[in-house]
């Protein structure tokens, strides 16, 4: 994806690409962690935090 902070594109420009991932994945395209096997979902930081 383009970056915002970079004015790459605008917001509105993102969020449309982000739903059209989104939705692409929802049709069965495969990502990268699916590719790589990476099936786990961690909802918080992994190792030591202070």
């Known amino acids: 994806m383009r ?12 969020g449309e690409e982000f739903l059209e991932k989104i939705i692409a994945v929802a049709n069965g395209q495969e990502t990268k962690a699916m590719k790589l096997e990476q099936n786990d979902f961690i909802p918080w930081k992994r190792g030591v935090l202070l």
């Open 3 to 14: 970056a915002i902070t970079l004015e790459e594109v605008t917001t509105e420009q993102a």
